[in-house]
Protein backbone atom coordinates (compact mmCIF):
# COMPACT_ATOMS: atom_id res chain seq x y z
CA UNK A 1 0.00 0.00 0.00
CA UNK A 2 2.67 2.32 0.70
CA UNK A 3 5.47 1.22 -1.88
CA UNK A 4 6.94 4.30 -4.11
CA UNK A 5 4.88 3.52 -6.98
CA UNK A 6 1.69 3.66 -4.89
CA UNK A 7 2.93 7.05 -3.19
CA UNK A 8 3.35 8.39 -6.36
CA UNK A 9 -0.23 7.63 -7.46
CA UNK A 10 -1.31 8.70 -4.48
CA UNK A 11 0.56 11.46 -5.00
CA UNK A 12 -0.95 12.07 -8.52
CA UNK A 13 -4.39 11.79 -7.67
CA UNK A 14 -4.26 14.60 -5.43
CA UNK A 15 -5.27 18.66 -6.67
CA UNK A 16 -6.61 21.48 -4.32
CA UNK A 17 -9.62 20.19 -4.39
CA UNK A 18 -9.35 16.68 -3.22
CA UNK A 19 -7.01 17.97 -0.61
CA UNK A 20 -9.36 20.89 0.56
CA UNK A 21 -12.00 17.45 0.94
CA UNK A 22 -9.26 15.54 2.93
CA UNK A 23 -8.59 18.56 5.13
CA UNK A 24 -12.70 18.80 5.88
CA UNK A 25 -12.82 15.29 6.81
CA UNK A 26 -10.24 15.14 8.74
CA UNK A 27 -11.27 18.42 10.26
CA UNK A 28 -14.69 16.69 10.79
CA UNK A 29 -13.53 13.27 12.36
CA UNK A 30 -10.87 15.58 15.07
CA UNK A 31 -13.68 18.01 15.69
CA UNK A 32 -16.04 15.28 16.54
CA UNK A 33 -13.20 13.20 18.97
CA UNK A 34 -12.56 16.32 20.70
CA UNK A 35 -16.09 17.69 21.00
CA UNK A 36 -16.57 17.00 24.39
CA UNK A 37 -13.03 18.97 25.65
CA UNK A 38 -13.93 22.20 23.34
CA UNK A 39 -15.69 23.80 26.33
CA UNK A 40 -18.93 24.12 24.51
CA UNK A 41 -21.94 24.71 26.43
CA UNK A 42 -24.16 21.47 26.76
CA UNK A 43 -26.10 20.79 22.90
CA UNK A 44 -29.23 19.93 24.72
CA UNK A 45 -29.30 22.60 27.36
CA UNK A 46 -32.79 25.28 26.72
CA UNK A 47 -32.22 28.64 27.84
CA UNK A 48 -35.32 30.80 27.40
CA UNK A 49 -33.82 33.67 28.36
CA UNK A 50 -31.59 33.08 25.45
CA UNK A 51 -33.71 32.12 22.34
CA UNK A 52 -32.89 32.90 18.76
CA UNK A 53 -29.48 35.09 19.35
CA UNK A 54 -28.45 35.80 15.41
CA UNK A 55 -24.59 34.34 14.81
CA UNK A 56 -21.74 35.95 16.30
CA UNK A 57 -23.43 36.50 19.38
CA UNK A 58 -21.28 36.58 22.45
CA UNK A 59 -20.55 32.53 24.03
CA UNK A 60 -22.67 31.53 21.07
CA UNK A 61 -20.94 31.75 17.89
CA UNK A 62 -23.42 29.97 15.50
CA UNK A 63 -26.29 32.06 17.97
CA UNK A 64 -29.10 29.57 19.21
CA UNK A 65 -32.26 28.29 18.54
CA UNK A 66 -35.96 28.40 19.73
CA UNK A 67 -34.74 26.79 22.68
CA UNK A 68 -31.74 29.03 23.34
CA UNK A 69 -29.92 26.05 22.62
CA UNK A 70 -26.06 26.87 21.42
CA UNK A 71 -26.16 25.63 17.06
CA UNK A 72 -22.25 25.26 17.23
CA UNK A 73 -22.51 23.05 20.12
CA UNK A 74 -25.70 21.23 18.37
CA UNK A 75 -23.99 21.24 15.77
CA UNK A 76 -20.64 19.44 16.65
CA UNK A 77 -22.49 17.12 18.99
CA UNK A 78 -25.12 16.84 15.83
CA UNK A 79 -21.83 15.69 13.76
CA UNK A 80 -20.71 12.62 16.58
CA UNK A 81 -23.65 11.14 15.84
CA UNK A 82 -23.99 11.60 12.20
CA UNK A 83 -20.44 10.23 12.28
CA UNK A 84 -20.85 7.21 14.49
CA UNK A 85 -23.89 6.50 12.94
CA UNK A 86 -22.83 6.51 9.23
CA UNK A 87 -19.44 4.52 10.19
CA UNK A 88 -21.23 1.98 12.29
CA UNK A 89 -23.77 1.40 8.88
CA UNK A 90 -20.71 1.35 6.45
CA UNK A 91 -18.81 -1.32 8.55
CA UNK A 92 -22.03 -3.38 8.54
CA UNK A 93 -22.58 -2.89 5.23
CA UNK A 94 -18.78 -3.88 4.19
CA UNK A 95 -19.06 -6.77 6.56
CA UNK A 96 -22.19 -8.17 5.42
CA UNK A 97 -21.62 -7.40 1.68
CA UNK A 98 -18.61 -8.65 1.60
CA UNK A 99 -19.20 -12.20 3.30
CA UNK A 100 -22.26 -12.69 0.73
CA UNK A 101 -20.42 -11.75 -2.21
CA UNK A 102 -17.41 -13.79 -1.41
CA UNK A 103 -19.59 -17.26 -0.79
CA UNK A 104 -22.14 -16.33 -3.23
CA UNK A 105 -19.20 -15.80 -5.81
CA UNK A 106 -16.93 -18.69 -4.67
CA UNK A 107 -19.41 -21.48 -4.20
CA UNK A 108 -21.64 -21.02 -6.37
CA UNK A 109 -24.90 -23.07 -6.76
CA UNK A 110 -27.61 -22.57 -3.64
CA UNK A 111 -25.14 -20.73 -2.24
CA UNK A 112 -24.96 -17.51 -4.66
CA UNK A 113 -29.06 -18.46 -5.18
CA UNK A 114 -29.61 -17.64 -1.59
CA UNK A 115 -26.91 -14.64 -1.02
CA UNK A 116 -27.10 -12.53 -4.63
CA UNK A 117 -31.68 -13.16 -4.48
CA UNK A 118 -31.54 -11.57 -0.90
CA UNK A 119 -29.47 -8.74 -2.48
CA UNK A 120 -32.19 -8.50 -5.36
CA UNK A 121 -34.27 -7.95 -2.72
CA UNK A 122 -32.89 -5.53 -0.93
CA UNK A 123 -32.38 -3.49 -4.38
CA UNK A 124 -36.34 -3.71 -4.99
CA UNK A 125 -36.51 -0.83 -2.11
CA UNK A 126 -35.60 2.87 -2.46
CA UNK A 127 -33.39 2.60 0.37
CA UNK A 128 -35.75 5.57 2.25
CA UNK A 129 -39.03 3.11 2.17
CA UNK A 130 -36.96 0.18 3.40
CA UNK A 131 -35.66 1.81 6.36
CA UNK A 132 -39.31 3.41 7.55
CA UNK A 133 -40.54 -0.15 7.38
CA UNK A 134 -38.16 -1.22 9.93
CA UNK A 135 -38.61 2.02 11.84
CA UNK A 136 -42.05 1.30 12.10
CA UNK A 137 -41.42 -1.91 13.77
CA UNK A 138 -38.70 -1.12 15.80
CA UNK A 139 -39.00 2.64 16.67
CA UNK A 140 -36.64 5.29 16.36
CA UNK A 141 -33.09 5.23 17.71
CA UNK A 142 -29.01 5.07 16.65
CA UNK A 143 -28.70 1.16 16.61
CA UNK A 144 -31.77 0.30 14.62
CA UNK A 145 -30.28 3.04 11.78
CA UNK A 146 -26.94 1.49 11.93
CA UNK A 147 -28.28 -1.84 11.14
CA UNK A 148 -30.53 -1.13 8.87
CA UNK A 149 -28.75 1.11 6.60
CA UNK A 150 -26.22 -1.19 7.10
CA UNK A 151 -28.66 -3.85 5.26
CA UNK A 152 -29.48 -1.29 2.74
CA UNK A 153 -26.17 -1.11 1.35
CA UNK A 154 -24.85 -4.31 1.98
CA UNK A 155 -25.44 -4.67 -1.66
CA UNK A 156 -23.10 -2.69 -3.21
CA UNK A 157 -20.15 -4.55 -1.68
CA UNK A 158 -22.01 -8.03 -2.24
CA UNK A 159 -22.41 -7.03 -5.96
CA UNK A 160 -18.84 -5.62 -6.16
CA UNK A 161 -17.20 -8.56 -4.45
CA UNK A 162 -19.38 -11.32 -5.93
CA UNK A 163 -18.03 -9.79 -9.71
CA UNK A 164 -14.44 -9.73 -8.83
CA UNK A 165 -14.76 -13.34 -7.51
CA UNK A 166 -16.17 -14.62 -9.77
CA UNK A 167 -13.44 -12.87 -12.15
CA UNK A 168 -10.75 -14.87 -10.35
CA UNK A 169 -11.71 -18.20 -8.98
CA UNK A 170 -10.47 -19.82 -11.65
CA UNK A 171 -7.38 -18.46 -11.83
CA UNK A 172 -3.91 -20.19 -11.62
CA UNK A 173 -3.00 -18.61 -7.89
CA UNK A 174 -6.15 -20.08 -6.64
CA UNK A 175 -6.30 -23.14 -8.33
CA UNK A 176 -2.60 -23.53 -7.12
CA UNK A 177 -3.90 -22.87 -3.44
CA UNK A 178 -6.73 -25.60 -3.95
CA UNK A 179 -3.95 -28.44 -4.98
CA UNK A 180 -1.55 -27.63 -2.01
CA UNK A 181 -5.00 -28.66 -0.38
CA UNK A 182 -6.46 -25.53 1.58
CA UNK A 183 -9.68 -25.54 3.08
CA UNK A 184 -12.40 -23.42 0.91
CA UNK A 185 -12.52 -20.86 3.99
CA UNK A 186 -8.83 -20.77 3.79
CA UNK A 187 -8.90 -20.12 0.41
CA UNK A 188 -11.70 -17.64 0.34
CA UNK A 189 -10.06 -15.56 3.34
CA UNK A 190 -6.65 -15.68 2.45
CA UNK A 191 -6.57 -15.66 -1.29
CA UNK A 192 -9.75 -14.25 -2.90
CA UNK A 193 -10.42 -11.63 -0.25
CA UNK A 194 -7.14 -9.57 -0.63
CA UNK A 195 -7.41 -9.79 -4.59
CA UNK A 196 -10.73 -8.12 -4.03
CA UNK A 197 -10.56 -5.58 -0.90
CA UNK A 198 -9.51 -2.37 -3.21
CA UNK A 199 -13.10 -1.70 -4.92
CA UNK A 200 -14.52 -2.53 -1.42
CA UNK A 201 -11.92 0.41 0.10
CA UNK A 202 -13.01 2.60 -2.03
CA UNK A 203 -16.79 2.08 -2.13
CA UNK A 204 -16.64 2.95 1.83
CA UNK A 205 -16.01 6.27 1.90
CA UNK A 206 -18.94 6.84 -0.90
CA UNK A 207 -21.42 4.52 1.39
CA UNK A 208 -20.58 7.08 4.51
CA UNK A 209 -21.95 9.72 2.37
CA UNK A 210 -24.40 7.67 1.19
CA UNK A 211 -25.32 6.98 4.84
CA UNK A 212 -25.00 10.32 6.68
CA UNK A 213 -27.80 11.72 3.35
CA UNK A 214 -30.32 9.03 4.27
CA UNK A 215 -29.63 9.42 8.24
CA UNK A 216 -30.47 12.88 7.61
CA UNK A 217 -33.31 12.46 5.61
CA UNK A 218 -35.23 10.37 8.63
CA UNK A 219 -34.18 12.36 10.98
CA UNK A 220 -35.65 15.30 9.00
CA UNK A 221 -39.05 13.45 8.97
CA UNK A 222 -38.56 12.62 12.83
CA UNK A 223 -37.67 9.28 12.50
CA UNK A 224 -34.02 9.07 13.06
CA UNK A 225 -32.09 9.56 15.90
CA UNK A 226 -34.34 10.11 19.02
CA UNK A 227 -34.67 14.04 19.66
CA UNK A 228 -33.59 15.64 21.51
CA UNK A 229 -30.12 14.05 20.60
CA UNK A 230 -28.43 16.25 18.29
CA UNK A 231 -28.50 15.42 14.34
CA UNK A 232 -28.17 18.05 11.45
CA UNK A 233 -31.41 16.41 9.76
CA UNK A 234 -33.28 17.02 13.13
CA UNK A 235 -31.73 20.55 12.81
CA UNK A 236 -32.89 21.39 9.44
CA UNK A 237 -36.66 20.26 10.66
CA UNK A 238 -36.53 22.43 13.90
CA UNK A 239 -35.65 25.42 11.84
CA UNK A 240 -38.26 25.60 9.26
CA UNK A 241 -40.45 26.85 12.11
CA UNK A 242 -38.07 29.99 12.48
CA UNK A 243 -36.99 30.19 8.50
CA UNK A 244 -38.06 33.35 7.51
CA UNK A 245 -36.77 35.45 10.71
CA UNK A 246 -33.23 33.02 11.62
CA UNK A 247 -32.83 31.36 8.02
CA UNK A 248 -29.34 30.83 9.67
CA UNK A 249 -30.76 28.03 11.60
CA UNK A 250 -31.45 25.57 8.78
CA UNK A 251 -28.78 27.25 6.30
CA UNK A 252 -26.38 25.76 9.17
CA UNK A 253 -26.73 22.12 9.42
CA UNK A 254 -27.86 22.36 5.32
CA UNK A 255 -24.22 23.60 4.92
CA UNK A 256 -22.65 21.30 7.25
CA UNK A 257 -24.54 18.10 5.64
CA UNK A 258 -23.50 19.24 1.45
CA UNK A 259 -20.01 19.83 2.67
CA UNK A 260 -19.75 16.79 4.11
CA UNK A 261 -21.05 14.68 1.86
CA UNK A 262 -18.99 16.47 -0.85
CA UNK A 263 -15.86 16.07 1.15
CA UNK A 264 -16.34 12.38 1.91
CA UNK A 265 -17.32 11.72 -2.10
CA UNK A 266 -13.56 13.28 -2.90
CA UNK A 267 -11.86 11.49 -0.72
CA UNK A 268 -13.87 8.58 -2.34
CA UNK A 269 -11.98 9.55 -5.19
CA UNK A 270 -8.19 9.78 -4.25
CA UNK A 271 -8.72 6.26 -2.74
CA UNK A 272 -10.36 5.66 -6.32
CA UNK A 273 -7.26 6.54 -8.32
CA UNK A 274 -4.56 5.80 -5.44
CA UNK A 275 -6.19 2.30 -4.60
CA UNK A 276 -7.86 1.35 -7.86
CA UNK A 277 -6.11 2.60 -10.65
CA UNK A 278 -7.74 0.79 -13.47
CA UNK A 279 -10.73 1.53 -12.36
CA UNK A 280 -10.45 5.02 -11.66
CA UNK A 281 -9.24 5.27 -15.66
CA UNK A 282 -12.39 3.16 -16.85
CA UNK A 283 -14.39 5.85 -15.42
CA UNK A 284 -12.76 8.73 -17.19
CA UNK A 285 -12.95 7.55 -20.55
CA UNK B 1 -37.22 -10.81 -28.14
CA UNK B 2 -40.52 -11.81 -26.56
CA UNK B 3 -39.29 -14.49 -24.93
CA UNK B 4 -36.28 -12.22 -23.35
CA UNK B 5 -39.43 -10.06 -22.16
CA UNK B 6 -41.06 -12.96 -20.75
CA UNK B 7 -38.53 -13.89 -18.79
CA UNK B 8 -37.67 -10.85 -17.49
CA UNK B 9 -41.58 -10.09 -16.42
CA UNK B 10 -41.40 -13.88 -14.66
CA UNK B 11 -38.11 -12.96 -13.08
CA UNK B 12 -40.03 -9.61 -11.74
CA UNK B 13 -43.39 -11.49 -10.49
CA UNK B 14 -40.64 -13.45 -8.37
CA UNK B 15 -38.81 -10.65 -6.90
CA UNK B 16 -41.96 -9.17 -5.91
CA UNK B 17 -43.42 -12.53 -4.40
CA UNK B 18 -40.35 -12.42 -2.46
CA UNK B 19 -41.06 -8.46 -1.60
CA UNK B 20 -44.58 -9.32 0.01
CA UNK B 21 -43.27 -12.00 1.18
CA UNK B 22 -40.37 -9.81 3.42
CA UNK B 23 -42.54 -7.47 4.08
CA UNK B 24 -45.81 -9.30 5.51
CA UNK B 25 -43.14 -11.62 7.69
CA UNK B 26 -41.07 -8.24 8.97
CA UNK B 27 -44.69 -6.98 10.06
CA UNK B 28 -45.73 -9.89 11.81
CA UNK B 29 -42.65 -10.58 13.48
CA UNK B 30 -43.50 -7.26 15.17
CA UNK B 31 -42.88 -6.74 19.31
CA UNK B 32 -46.38 -5.78 20.38
CA UNK B 33 -49.61 -7.05 19.93
CA UNK B 34 -51.26 -4.46 16.97
CA UNK B 35 -54.42 -4.81 18.73
CA UNK B 36 -53.04 -3.31 22.01
CA UNK B 37 -51.15 -0.85 19.90
CA UNK B 38 -54.82 0.04 17.84
CA UNK B 39 -56.84 0.19 21.19
CA UNK B 40 -54.01 2.50 22.90
CA UNK B 41 -53.80 4.84 20.22
CA UNK B 42 -57.86 5.26 20.18
CA UNK B 43 -57.95 5.63 23.71
CA UNK B 44 -61.49 3.56 24.17
CA UNK B 45 -62.20 2.40 27.18
CA UNK B 46 -58.79 1.02 27.73
CA UNK B 47 -57.33 -2.67 27.01
CA UNK B 48 -59.74 -5.02 28.44
CA UNK B 49 -58.72 -8.54 26.85
CA UNK B 50 -62.64 -8.49 25.79
CA UNK B 51 -61.84 -5.63 23.49
CA UNK B 52 -58.22 -6.92 22.26
CA UNK B 53 -60.01 -10.09 21.24
CA UNK B 54 -63.00 -8.60 19.79
CA UNK B 55 -60.13 -6.51 17.74
CA UNK B 56 -57.82 -9.29 17.04
CA UNK B 57 -60.87 -11.14 15.08
CA UNK B 58 -61.81 -8.21 13.16
CA UNK B 59 -58.54 -7.84 11.68
CA UNK B 60 -57.93 -11.40 11.29
CA UNK B 61 -55.14 -11.52 13.86
CA UNK B 62 -56.39 -14.44 16.13
CA UNK B 63 -55.17 -16.70 12.99
CA UNK B 64 -51.78 -18.59 12.72
CA UNK B 65 -49.59 -16.16 10.79
CA UNK B 66 -49.44 -18.51 7.75
CA UNK B 67 -53.78 -18.37 7.06
CA UNK B 68 -52.92 -14.15 7.62
CA UNK B 69 -50.31 -14.93 4.91
CA UNK B 70 -52.30 -17.00 2.52
CA UNK B 71 -55.14 -14.49 3.00
CA UNK B 72 -53.09 -11.64 2.34
CA UNK B 73 -51.48 -13.06 -0.64
CA UNK B 74 -55.18 -14.23 -2.22
CA UNK B 75 -56.21 -10.03 -1.56
CA UNK B 76 -53.39 -9.12 -2.94
CA UNK B 77 -53.79 -11.25 -6.38
CA UNK B 78 -57.82 -8.95 -6.27
CA UNK B 79 -56.19 -5.85 -5.66
CA UNK B 80 -57.30 -6.29 -1.91
CA UNK B 81 -54.61 -4.82 0.55
CA UNK B 82 -56.15 -5.01 3.86
CA UNK B 83 -58.26 -2.11 5.55
CA UNK B 84 -56.39 0.96 7.96
CA UNK B 85 -55.89 0.07 11.41
CA UNK B 86 -56.92 4.05 12.18
CA UNK B 87 -60.35 3.94 9.86
CA UNK B 88 -61.51 0.52 9.90
CA UNK B 89 -63.82 1.39 7.45
CA UNK B 90 -61.14 2.26 4.66
CA UNK B 91 -59.69 -0.34 2.88
CA UNK B 92 -55.29 0.46 2.14
CA UNK B 93 -56.58 0.53 -1.72
CA UNK B 94 -58.49 3.57 -1.66
CA UNK B 95 -55.90 5.39 0.62
CA UNK B 96 -53.24 4.26 -2.30
CA UNK B 97 -55.81 5.00 -4.86
CA UNK B 98 -56.29 8.57 -3.66
CA UNK B 99 -52.41 9.53 -3.38
CA UNK B 100 -50.59 7.51 -6.05
CA UNK B 101 -51.66 9.58 -9.14
CA UNK B 102 -50.35 12.74 -7.31
CA UNK B 103 -46.91 11.01 -6.67
CA UNK B 104 -46.15 9.63 -10.47
CA UNK B 105 -47.34 12.91 -11.46
CA UNK B 106 -44.52 14.76 -9.59
CA UNK B 107 -42.21 11.80 -10.05
CA UNK B 108 -42.78 12.32 -14.07
CA UNK B 109 -42.59 15.96 -13.92
CA UNK B 110 -39.67 15.73 -12.25
CA UNK B 111 -38.22 13.42 -15.08
CA UNK B 112 -39.10 15.55 -17.49
CA UNK B 113 -36.88 18.54 -16.26
CA UNK B 114 -34.32 15.98 -15.90
CA UNK B 115 -34.60 15.32 -20.03
CA UNK B 116 -35.40 18.63 -20.83
CA UNK B 117 -32.34 20.23 -18.61
CA UNK B 118 -30.18 17.68 -18.42
CA UNK B 119 -29.00 16.10 -22.17
CA UNK B 120 -28.83 19.88 -23.05
CA UNK B 121 -26.56 21.10 -20.17
CA UNK B 122 -24.31 17.41 -20.33
CA UNK B 123 -24.11 17.80 -24.41
CA UNK B 124 -22.89 21.72 -23.86
CA UNK B 125 -20.39 20.87 -21.39
CA UNK B 126 -19.06 17.84 -23.62
CA UNK B 127 -18.99 20.32 -26.98
CA UNK B 128 -17.48 23.19 -25.14
CA UNK B 129 -15.44 22.20 -22.76
CA UNK B 130 -13.10 24.31 -20.72
CA UNK B 131 -15.04 27.06 -18.29
CA UNK B 132 -18.15 26.04 -19.64
CA UNK B 133 -17.37 21.88 -18.88
CA UNK B 134 -16.01 23.46 -15.13
CA UNK B 135 -19.02 25.53 -14.02
CA UNK B 136 -21.65 22.45 -15.35
CA UNK B 137 -19.60 19.70 -13.45
CA UNK B 138 -19.47 21.70 -10.57
CA UNK B 139 -23.11 22.40 -10.47
CA UNK B 140 -23.88 18.91 -11.05
CA UNK B 141 -21.20 17.35 -8.45
CA UNK B 142 -23.43 20.13 -6.14
CA UNK B 143 -26.73 18.96 -7.29
CA UNK B 144 -26.18 15.16 -6.48
CA UNK B 145 -24.87 15.85 -2.75
CA UNK B 146 -27.46 18.15 -1.84
CA UNK B 147 -30.17 16.33 -0.07
CA UNK B 148 -34.01 17.05 -1.38
CA UNK B 149 -35.22 18.55 1.35
CA UNK B 150 -32.58 20.88 1.61
CA UNK B 151 -32.81 22.19 -1.57
CA UNK B 152 -36.58 21.86 -0.88
CA UNK B 153 -36.59 24.10 1.96
CA UNK B 154 -34.68 27.09 0.55
CA UNK B 155 -37.24 26.56 -2.60
CA UNK B 156 -39.68 27.66 -0.11
CA UNK B 157 -38.13 30.33 1.69
CA UNK B 158 -36.41 32.33 -1.42
CA UNK B 159 -39.79 31.66 -3.65
CA UNK B 160 -42.82 31.33 -1.76
CA UNK B 161 -41.80 33.18 1.37
CA UNK B 162 -39.67 36.18 0.03
CA UNK B 163 -40.39 36.88 -3.61
CA UNK B 164 -43.95 35.34 -3.10
CA UNK B 165 -43.73 33.68 -7.07
CA UNK B 166 -45.27 30.43 -5.97
CA UNK B 167 -47.72 28.97 -3.02
CA UNK B 168 -44.99 27.54 -0.05
CA UNK B 169 -46.64 23.99 -0.71
CA UNK B 170 -50.25 21.78 -0.58
CA UNK B 171 -52.15 20.54 -3.15
CA UNK B 172 -55.19 22.04 -5.41
CA UNK B 173 -57.15 19.70 -7.99
CA UNK B 174 -56.11 19.89 -11.63
CA UNK B 175 -60.26 19.84 -12.29
CA UNK B 176 -61.01 22.69 -9.99
CA UNK B 177 -57.91 25.28 -11.12
CA UNK B 178 -55.74 23.72 -13.68
CA UNK B 179 -52.96 26.94 -13.31
CA UNK B 180 -52.80 27.06 -9.52
CA UNK B 181 -52.41 22.93 -9.78
CA UNK B 182 -49.06 23.29 -11.94
CA UNK B 183 -48.37 26.85 -10.07
CA UNK B 184 -48.63 24.07 -6.62
CA UNK B 185 -46.73 21.51 -9.07
CA UNK B 186 -43.49 23.40 -10.03
CA UNK B 187 -41.70 24.03 -6.94
CA UNK B 188 -41.75 20.24 -5.41
CA UNK B 189 -40.73 19.17 -9.30
CA UNK B 190 -37.83 21.21 -9.66
CA UNK B 191 -36.47 20.81 -5.78
CA UNK B 192 -37.44 16.59 -7.03
CA UNK B 193 -35.42 16.84 -10.32
CA UNK B 194 -31.91 18.30 -8.75
CA UNK B 195 -30.33 15.00 -8.54
CA UNK B 196 -31.74 13.52 -11.44
CA UNK B 197 -30.95 16.38 -13.90
CA UNK B 198 -27.14 16.12 -12.61
CA UNK B 199 -26.91 12.22 -12.82
CA UNK B 200 -28.64 12.84 -16.54
CA UNK B 201 -26.19 15.45 -17.27
CA UNK B 202 -23.20 13.74 -16.58
CA UNK B 203 -24.07 10.49 -18.35
CA UNK B 204 -25.16 12.98 -21.70
CA UNK B 205 -21.57 14.74 -20.38
CA UNK B 206 -19.15 11.19 -20.81
CA UNK B 207 -21.46 9.67 -23.59
CA UNK B 208 -20.92 12.30 -25.93
CA UNK B 209 -17.16 12.21 -25.37
CA UNK B 210 -17.61 8.34 -25.81
CA UNK B 211 -18.77 9.00 -29.21
CA UNK B 212 -16.88 11.72 -30.67
CA UNK B 213 -14.34 9.50 -30.47
CA UNK B 214 -15.60 7.05 -32.47
CA UNK B 215 -14.04 6.51 -36.40
CA UNK B 216 -17.75 7.08 -38.03
CA UNK B 217 -17.91 10.75 -36.36
CA UNK B 218 -14.72 11.61 -37.94
CA UNK B 219 -16.18 9.42 -41.22
CA UNK B 220 -19.31 11.88 -41.11
CA UNK B 221 -17.03 15.43 -40.62
CA UNK B 222 -14.32 14.37 -43.44
CA UNK B 223 -17.67 13.71 -45.54
CA UNK B 224 -18.05 17.61 -45.22
CA UNK B 225 -21.31 17.71 -43.24
CA UNK B 226 -21.93 20.83 -40.93
CA UNK B 227 -20.78 20.23 -37.36
CA UNK B 228 -24.30 20.86 -35.79
CA UNK B 229 -25.63 18.13 -38.37
CA UNK B 230 -22.79 15.26 -37.23
CA UNK B 231 -23.48 16.72 -33.69
CA UNK B 232 -27.11 15.75 -33.91
CA UNK B 233 -27.43 13.54 -36.10
CA UNK B 234 -25.05 11.10 -35.12
CA UNK B 235 -23.22 11.94 -31.87
CA UNK B 236 -26.43 12.87 -29.52
CA UNK B 237 -28.63 10.06 -31.07
CA UNK B 238 -25.58 7.76 -30.45
CA UNK B 239 -25.38 8.64 -27.08
CA UNK B 240 -28.50 8.38 -25.31
CA UNK B 241 -28.30 4.53 -24.67
CA UNK B 242 -26.45 4.88 -21.69
CA UNK B 243 -28.43 8.06 -20.59
CA UNK B 244 -32.26 6.26 -21.01
CA UNK B 245 -30.64 3.55 -18.86
CA UNK B 246 -29.73 6.01 -16.62
CA UNK B 247 -32.86 8.28 -16.50
CA UNK B 248 -35.20 4.81 -15.74
CA UNK B 249 -32.77 3.68 -13.08
CA UNK B 250 -33.34 7.08 -11.19
CA UNK B 251 -37.16 7.42 -11.59
CA UNK B 252 -36.60 4.22 -9.14
CA UNK B 253 -34.64 6.42 -6.87
CA UNK B 254 -36.75 10.14 -7.42
CA UNK B 255 -39.79 7.24 -6.21
CA UNK B 256 -38.04 7.02 -2.36
CA UNK B 257 -37.34 11.09 -2.65
CA UNK B 258 -40.95 11.78 -2.78
CA UNK B 259 -40.98 10.85 0.70
CA UNK B 260 -39.11 14.01 1.53
CA UNK B 261 -40.53 16.37 -1.26
CA UNK B 262 -43.60 15.58 0.07
CA UNK B 263 -43.01 16.33 3.68
CA UNK B 264 -41.38 19.81 2.71
CA UNK B 265 -44.38 20.97 0.11
CA UNK B 266 -47.17 19.11 2.22
CA UNK B 267 -47.56 17.19 -1.12
CA UNK B 268 -50.43 14.64 -0.93
CA UNK B 269 -49.09 11.47 -2.25
CA UNK B 270 -47.76 8.21 -1.17
CA UNK B 271 -44.95 9.45 0.83
CA UNK B 272 -46.83 11.78 3.14
CA UNK B 273 -49.43 8.71 3.05
CA UNK B 274 -46.12 6.69 4.37
CA UNK B 275 -44.79 8.85 6.68
CA UNK B 276 -48.49 9.58 8.43
CA UNK B 277 -48.63 6.05 8.30
CA UNK B 278 -45.54 5.18 10.00
CA UNK B 279 -46.24 7.49 12.71
CA UNK B 280 -49.41 6.66 13.31
CA UNK B 281 -48.13 2.96 13.45
CA UNK B 282 -50.89 2.13 10.84
CA UNK B 283 -49.51 -1.56 9.62
CA UNK B 284 -51.67 -2.19 6.83
CA UNK B 285 -51.41 1.22 5.51
CA UNK B 286 -47.60 0.67 5.58
CA UNK B 287 -47.58 -2.86 4.12
CA UNK B 288 -49.43 -1.48 1.38
CA UNK B 289 -47.47 1.51 0.36
CA UNK B 290 -44.34 -0.09 0.96
CA UNK B 291 -45.25 -3.29 -1.44
CA UNK B 292 -46.68 -0.93 -4.13
CA UNK B 293 -43.43 1.16 -4.06
CA UNK B 294 -41.49 -1.67 -4.56
CA UNK B 295 -43.87 -2.90 -7.21
CA UNK B 296 -43.43 0.20 -9.52
CA UNK B 297 -39.78 0.30 -8.65
CA UNK B 298 -39.48 -3.38 -10.05
CA UNK B 299 -41.58 -2.37 -13.18
CA UNK B 300 -39.68 0.20 -13.97
CA UNK B 301 -36.29 -1.85 -14.00
CA UNK B 302 -38.03 -4.34 -16.09
CA UNK B 303 -39.16 -1.53 -18.52
CA UNK B 304 -35.75 -0.28 -18.91
CA UNK B 305 -34.15 -3.86 -19.14
CA UNK B 306 -36.84 -4.37 -21.81
CA UNK B 307 -35.79 -0.72 -23.59
CA UNK B 308 -31.99 -1.23 -23.59
CA UNK B 309 -32.81 -4.62 -24.67
CA UNK B 310 -34.70 -3.08 -28.04
CA UNK B 311 -32.23 -0.20 -27.99
CA UNK B 312 -29.60 -2.64 -27.92
CA UNK B 313 -29.48 -6.37 -29.07
CA UNK B 314 -26.69 -7.46 -27.62
CA UNK B 315 -28.00 -6.55 -24.18
CA UNK B 316 -30.61 -9.48 -24.56
CA UNK B 317 -28.26 -12.13 -23.20
Given at each position: MFSARSLRRLRKSLNPVRIAGIIVVVAIIVLTLLAPFL??????AQDISNQLLPIGSEGHLLGTDRFGRDVLSRLIFGARVELVIAMGATAVALVLGTFLGLVGGYFGGIVETLSMRSVDVILAFPPIVLALLVVTIYGTGASTLIVVMGVLFAPRFARLTYGQVVSIRGMEYVEAARVFGSGPLRIVGTVVLPNVSAPLIVQAPLTLATSILLESGLSYLGLGVTPPTPSWGLMVADGQRDIVAHPSLVAVPSLAIVVTILAFGLVGDVMRDWLDPRRGMASQL | MARFILKRIGLGIVLLWLVVTVVFLALHAVPGDPAAILLTSEG????TPEALEKVRQQLGLDQPVLVQYRDYLLGLLQGDLGTSF?????TVASYIGARLPNTLELVFAAALIAVVVGVPLGALAARRGGWIDTVISTLTTLGISMPVYVIGTFFVLIF????????AGGFTEFSSDPIEHLRKLLLPAVALSFGITSVVARMTRSAVLETVAQDWVRTAKSQGLPRNTVFSRHVLRNSLNPVVTTLGLEIGSLLGSTVLVERVFTWPGMGSLLVDSVNARDYPIVQGVVIVIAALFILINIAVDVLYGVLDPRARH
Open positions: GLPDPL | SGGVRNTSSALQLGWFP
